[in-house]
């Protein structure tokens, strides 16, 4: 093996916009390239280390010595080191060795910008290539109109490792994935799917929310190429897919990014805002130019280099706030006195600002789970510039609610309604997500009350009323078929339930709820808007029911909701409606077919009797636990 050749990718222009934090393609720069120069193939490498004194590269073609082929240090001061090493191939591992300035130390790290790792617990990166030809042409070309927020937006959360095994205990790989998962996501009539976190992670218990490889999908599940396949085939069935991105906090694994180059690179150095004390992780420095640039290059990535149309932010609540999960005297306020970090809401906006900018029909989608204003605001506006944001308020309360004993709800109904005083101030996504079903919070089953009819009624009528509220949706696998115990990401997900009336039943509730949303306008056109929700009655206590309108463009697609939060039926029971045309019935959660008791009219003709508010009424039968939907 040569020595190391002077080479570079970078022009002047390429160290100017990165050190101004402006180069959002640093993926193309940094990092290992397969190339060849002078007609000798070999690898290029480029490592940002401004503290080195000196970096090597390091690997199973120098038997892991430091010294033999040390990168050159560029002159411009940008603290980038590289060079050409003929011979290296595809698939050859490699670390760096960076011997630091400060207190003369040495680190050995992963490649920040590796397409592809070692399977963990091994840690090395590799020299990769993931050429692919893609055939999703039809979705990227339609995606603008498909992804819109006046579109469907159903979406199925995945953690790839736990939702199906095979032997028992093998998870499925990315190419397994592309057959049978897409096929499941299809058939169920999800229009999105998102991945929990598939960038490279050492520990699995972290569920992929501990990154140190963030250019490289896990290696677990099979080659880079293989997780384009798995997205290609979900666009070709025209379903999008979204990303869990983590730019909130990152590991301490000795070959990370911390302490990369035996300085604090990456992280911020003061410890109030560069550690995070409940993930025991560091937090990045969004105030560093050439690190913003390496984090917005990486959500770039991920949308060039992998066609996908989202990225949800993860724990974008921690970031925004100085005094996040700290006591006083943890934290120290910004220049202004107060508690918003203003360098991590620059970042965002700038994040948001590019992405949306260089790809047409993309979404970014916001966990943030406080009242912070104008998270889905465009940023010209002052807002942050996500396209939504998840509704942790709805989901609290919907999961409290459901929990009571209906005996009791007609005291509490204000929390199913008191999400409606505020659905429209952002772009909302109602999420009952893997958090929700872990760490002794039980399984969505079996958080209902009841005995076993009444658990599996309480579940289809919770799932009505979330798929019926304004905003866009998100179940987390496992919920669709009513998963009886509590997610456990090291086990397959019970499928031999849905053997059984009472799973089959949550599953093809599922189905048409989907089915549902996505044919009928009026569930989806304004479902950020205020002009598609109406009241009907919001305060029916005594028999804990109550009754809306949803609205889309056009009057004719107008849907009349009503839902009864107890198992006594409701028989002659009055609803005020907008038209004198018959109503038609849309949905039923209690129909036979869900394994329910199949009460409810399917078609009414209203009275010139006033109710609620209106000129005309319809005299319902109200099944028990149920929602009814009528168009």
Known sequence: MSKVVPHSFFTDFDIDLFKAGKHFRLYNKLGSHLTEVNGVKGAYFAVWAPSAKSVSVIGDFNYWNAGEHELNVRWDSSGIWEGFISGVDKGTKYKYKIHSHNNDMWTEK??????FCELPPNTASLVWDAPYKWKDQDWMDTREDKNGLDKPYSVYEVHLGSWKKKHGWESLTYLEMADELVNYVDEMGFTHVEFMPVMEYPYDPSWGYQLTGYFAPTSRFGKPEDFKVLVDKFHQ?????????????????AHGLGYFDGSHLYEHPDRRRGYHPDWKS??????????????ISNAVFWLDQYHVDGLRVDAVASMLYLDYSREDGEWEPNMYGNNENLEAMSFLREMNQEVYASFKGIQTIAEESTAFSGVTKPVHYGGLGFGMKWMMGWMHDTLEFFKKEPIYRSYDLNNITFGLTYAFTENFMLPLSHDEVVYGKNSLLYRMPGDEWQRFANLRLMFGYMFTHPGANLLFMGGEFGQSSEWNFLQSLDWHLTQYAFHSGIQETVKDLNKMYKNNPALYENQFNPAGFQWIEYNDHENSVISFIRKGKDPKDDLIVVCN??????????VGVPKTSALKLVFNSDDTRYAGSGMGKKTMKPAKTPWNGHYQSVVMTLPPLSVVVYK
């Open 110 to 115: 992963a490649d920040p910008f590796a397409r």
């Open 237 to 253: 069935k025209g379903i999008g897919v979204i990303l869990d991105w983590v730019p909130s906090h990152f590991p301490e694994d």
């Open 282 to 295: 560091l937090i990045f420095n969004y105030g560093r130019n050439e690190v913003r640039a390496f984090l």
């Open 565 to 574: 939060f107890t198992p006594v039926p409701r028989e002659n029971y009055r």
